[in-house]
T-cell receptor
């Protein structure tokens, strides 16, 4: 099946810094990718839809200026958490659409 | 309100035993339902996908059922193995709105622990 990778797999940063997470579709082109956040014992929550060559679509309640999304190519979308705070600590997962959603392995972000 | 409810929240079984996980949904309009397996600290991996007209679908030791009338689905795991320990997530897709494929409604998952 299709493979989606994320980098890094985990990151620890200080409060106030910015963190960039990459999501790549390794063997197919994805015009649409999705970013999710998952808190412990909770379901995945869609944050935004990333469209190649255009602006991302954010879900209600997600700050677009805080979670910057760039879908620069058909195989790469990036999520940048700007001025991260401890409450942003979470598990961030991306998915790429090719008939069905193929999910990345996730990135564990811990903000100290 | 579009919701996906799963039960039980957690389940412990002995290796080799069977188990059944439940999923009830109130998502409309319905497109399809998928069961995913999510290992701790990993992204979800698709197990089965079922559309409105499908009642049963199997994938190895996993068998999913769907009753579109009662809006219920189940995932049956046969002869459980230690590696089956994971969260199992029921995900319902709403029919496309304007071509978006992002309209997924996630359940909170059932955490399955298989003990030796």
């Amino acid at each position: 099946g299709a493979v989606v990778s994320q980098h890094p797999s985990w990151v620890i940063c200080k409060s106030g810094t910015s963190v960039k997470i990459e999501c790549r579709s390794l063997d197919f082109q994805a015009t649409t990718m999705f970013w999710y956040r998952q808190f412990p014992k909770q379901s995945l929550m869609l944050m935004a839809t990333s469209n190649e060559g255009s602006k991302a679509t954010y879900e209600q309640g997600v700050e677009k200026d805080k979670f910057l999304i760039n879908h620069a190519s058909l195989t790469l979308s990036t999520l940048t958490v700007t001025s991260a705070h401890p409450e942003d600590s979470s598990f961030y997962i991306c998915s790429a659409w090719q008939g069905i959603h193929f999910f990345g392995p996730g990135t564990r972000l811990t903000v100290l | 309100k579009n919701q996906v409810e799963q039960s039980p929240q957690s389940l412990i079984i002995l290796e080799g035993k069977n188990c059944t996980l439940q999923c009830n949904y109130t998502v409309s309009p319905f497109s399809n339902l998928r069961w995913y397996k999510q290992d701790t600290g990993r992204g979800p991996v698709s197990l089965t996908i079922m559309t409105f007209s499908e009642n049963t679908k199997s994938n190895g030791r996993y068998t999913a059922t769907l009753d579109a009338d009662t809006k219920q689905s189940s995932l049956h795991i046969t002869a459980s193995q230690l590696s089956d320990s994971a969260s199992y997530i029921c995900v319902v897709t709403r029919s496309n709105y304007g071509g978006s494929q992002g309209n997924l409604i996630f359940g909170k998952g059932t955490k399955l622990s298989v003990k030796p």
